[in-house]
């Protein structure tokens, strides 16, 4: 089998995709809660010194003609309650410096508005400046009190950094949910997947039934081509086999015929050099009159291994019965068959394809053994099962026919001098698994081939 | 131990090109070291001279040159005449206060700032190393038969009940020319009303008005006062004739003074000044009773009665002169009583 051209996995791809999506919402996340939260922060450090600049505001009185502010205790002590922070202030008539710091920055533009803030750098340090003012009349002129109140950032950078620390792990924290989350989303994304791909490669090989267990509606199409595809291989793995089929039973026929010819002309021909050729005739024809015969049996053991009949069928028996039958064969090669063990077992299953499957071993064993030699057959209950055991005093199997043996048209090296067509032990196999059993191989000891057909018990 | 001292006069001093007055200067350690410290103070020679002394002895290789100004002239010349002083020690708060808010403070942070308690310190620029509250002193013959005023509502009513006795005899800071004065009283007008009542009631007897604790007490001494209120409780401790006249902490609230130090940013040896400060500030911490003054009255108050005066830019307020003005008019209406 070829390795299939892949190119990066689902899961990685799903993965990767959504951890960058993660990642980029986690930094999101990040910077947008720190503009947030330093809004809220300048936000909170403009209202004091909002609250401040309006506190001296409200303190100015106009007396005799002229204006007086008694700054209040408050307006500048209240600015560093939490933090110790520089505080400044100014306080103008007009373009009139008063008192404070007189060189303080001066908001640049009221506009409509009653209060400014701006940012700017004051004796060395950042400094935040509110700016409020109203008009007086001072000698029936209006002329506007202008108070300036800043502050240093010493608080608002404190909190920034706290803020800066709460947001990086909000993001990471954020990106590190979302990461496991994405690892189980990518996971249980592609469970179908893997478990369609399990059910697949978990058949045997002659399962082409469709896929039936659910599957998500994404992968229906898939699933509805790989069901046409087995359905498509199936029926053409049919056809080929009804063409066998009917190729070796048209073959069969005239072979018989041709058979019966060849023994009449053998019986009339004298010439010892014309006998033996004839004799060799008639046993190319037998091989090949049983290749088509099993030829036969397998495409049977095909059709019947697909639609498997159940019933009770007394294995004993059928294994009396089948020795029985093949007596004529054994008596001929004198290959007496003994039946060493029998215990009365019954199993539900297919009774012609349990008679093939056990007819074509013990058949093996009796035309691979030399004449005089026994087979010894066997049933007996084995652990959780039973094993039916035919076992012949032949070459038996080399160390390398034991993997293919069981492959069609496969026969062993030592095979040579014996009619066969390599589909005996193929059938065997194709019946014993079809019942969810396994076949076995081996050596016996003393010479001899030995074949173990193990079932589990029902 | 004292290799030299020097007590020079203010003549000599202003005529080399120091426009800001001096009242003494003092020099100690070895001559010709390359490690000088420039302190300007308030404090007088003899005040400071054992914090010096205790520090040399472990570096003796250190000079230290103390210059004596008072308040006004050390704001001046750290502020307006960026002189090279490497510690500005003052007991003007707010002055000091003002010094560090206009940028003229370097930061200094150590384990030992750390550790300090949070009035102690302001945005790492001002660290208080004494706490001197702020009291009474009465004169033991005048209140022979009279009841001691525990506290400032007690003071008012001996007053008013008895002004024969106190006709003349009242003593006060004239917070016109005193900054301690004016301190005292902007933080005890903030903190209570009985404060202008008290003015009120004084302003009646024809009070005296004094610069200095120091003569106040002397007065005190001589007979020529009666009582005086708002003096350092601490100057008065530490006098050798005071059996003559006795201490009250006003049990309602005493205002406490911090004398505070700086390293001005004209600092031309700021990592020398730094190490003295955390020496003084080791000295004096964590009880907060410095050794250079020692006071019983400060251990014996209870905590809550003690009102420290809060460093921060609410001390900037008194200096603005909108406030002032204002404040020392109220002042004079009340204690003038023209």
């Given amino acids: ?458 | 131990m004292r290799n030299l001292v020097l007590s020079l006069g203010l003549i000599c001093f202003s005529t080399l090109a120091n426009a800001f007055e001096i009242e003494d200067r003092a020099v100690f350690g070895p001559d010709g070291s390359d490690q000088v410290l420039r302190i300007i103070s308030t404090a007088d020679i003899s005040f400071f001279e054992p914090m010096i002394q205790s520090y040399l002895a472990d570096n003796d290789v250190v000079r230290v040159d103390y210059t004596v100004a008072s308040s006004s002239e050390v704001m001046r010349a750290v502020l307006n005449e960026q002189q090279p002083f490497d510690l500005a020690i003052s007991s003007a708060m707010d002055l000091q206060t003002k010094l560090a808010n206009d940028g003229m403070a370097l930061p200094h942070a150590s384990d030992l700032t750390q550790g300090l308690p949070n009035w102690a310190v302001w945005n790492e620029m001002v660290f208080a190393f004494t706490q001197e509250p702020a009291a009474f002193v009465i004169s033991n013959a005048a209140f022979a038969d009279l009841p001691v005023p525990e506290n400032r509502q007690e003071l008012i009513n001996t007053l008013r009940q008895n002004p024969e006795i106190f006709e003349g005899r009242v003593g006060t800071y004239d917070i016109r020319s005193s900054g301690s004065g004016y301190l005292f009283a902007t933080q005890d007008a903030r903190a209570s009303d009985t404060y202008w009542r008290l003015t009120e009631v004084m302003g009646t007897l024809d009070p005296q008005l004094y610069c200095c604790t120091s003569s106040m007490i002397d007065d005190v001494v001589s007979g020529d006062l009666a009582i005086v209120y708002n003096v350092l409780a601490s100057y008065a401790e530490q006098r050798e004739d005071s059996d003559a006249f006795t201490i009250i902490l006003p049990s309602d609230f005493s205002i406490v003074m911090l004398r505070t130090m700086l390293i001005p940013t004209t600092s031309e040896n700021p990592e020398l000044a730094a190490e003295f400060l955390d020496f003084v500030l080791a000295q004096t911490f964590p009880d907060g009773n410095s050794p250079l003054l020692r006071s019983e009255v400060l251990d014996t108050a209870s905590e809550e009665s003690l009102h420290r005066i809060a460093l921060g830019p609410g001390l900037l307020v008194y200096l603005d002169q909108f406030k002032s003005r204002n404040f020392i008019a109220e002042w004079e209406s009340s204690i003038l009583q023209e």
């Fill in chain 1, 1 to 458: 089998m070829t390795a299939p051209n892949t190119k990066r996995s689902i899961r990685q791809r799903l993965l990767v995709m959504l951890l960058f999506s993660s990642a980029l919402t986690g930094i999101l996340l990040y910077f947008v809660m720190q503009s947030v939260f330093q809004q809220i922060a300048q936000e909170t450090q403009d209202n004091i010194l909002a609250a401040s600049a309006i506190s001296i505001l409200d303190s100015a009185r106009v007396s005799r003609g002229e204006i007086s502010v008694d700054l209040p205790y408050s307006a500048l002590s209240m600015l560093d309650r939490v933090t110790d922070e520089r505080a400044f202030y100014s306080i103008r008539l007009d373009d009139e410096f008063l008192s404070g710091y007189d060189n303080l920055p001066r908001s640049i533009d009221f506009a409509d508005a009653d209060m400014t803030f701006q940012s700017a750098a004051y004796l060395g340090q950042d400094i935040r400046i509110a700016a409020t003012r109203r008009s007086f009349s001072i000698d029936n002129k209006q002329a506007f009190l202008e108070v300036s109140v800043a502050q240093t950032l010493t608080g608002v950078n404190l909190a920034l950094a706290r803020i800066s620390r709460i947001s990086l792990s909000v993001g990471l924290g954020f990106f590190a949910l979302s990461a496991v989350m994405a690892l189980l989303i990518a996971r249980s994304t592609i469970r179908p997947l893997q478990s369609l791909t399990e059910s697949v490669s978990r058949r045997g090989p002659s399962d082409l039934r469709p896929v039936a267990a659910p599957v998500p509606s994404e992968m229906a199409p898939l699933v509805v081509s790989l069901n046409n595809l087995m359905a498509r291989l199936k029926k053409s793995l049919a056809r080929s086999e009804d063409f066998i089929a009917e190729a070796a039973h048209r073959v069969r026929t005239p072979l018989a015929i041709v058979r019966t010819q060849a023994e009449i002309t053998l019986r009339r021909v004298e010439k010892e050099e014309n006998r033996r050729a004839v004799r060799e005739m008639i046993r190319a024809i037998d091989e090949s009159s049983r290749t088509a015969g099993q030829l036969l049996d397998h495409a049977m053991v095909t059709f019947r291994t697909d639609n498997l009949s159940s019933e009770v069928i007394k294995l004993h028996e059928l294994i009396s019965e089948t020795v029985e039958r093949s007596q004529p064969i054994s008596d001929l090669k004198e290959i007496p068959v003994r039946i060493l063990h029998l215990d009365p077992i019954e199993i539900t299953g297919d009774r012609i394809l349990f008679q093939s499957a056990f007819h074509n071993v013990l058949d093996n064993a009796i035309k691979y053994s030399s004449s005089g030699k026994v087979v010894d057959v066997s049933l007996e209950i084995a652990d959780g099962g039973f094993e039916i055991i035919v076992s012949d005093s032949g070459p038996g199997f080399s160390e390398t026919d034991r993997g293919t043996l069981l492959e069609r048209f496969e026969r062993g090296e030592n095979a040579d001098t014996v009619v066969g067509s390599g589909l005996g032990l193929t059938i065997a196999d194709e019946v014993v698994r079809a019942h969810g059993g396994t076949i076995t191989l081996s050596n016996n000891s003393g010479g001899g081939a030995c074949v173990t057909l193990s079932f589990p018990s029902d």
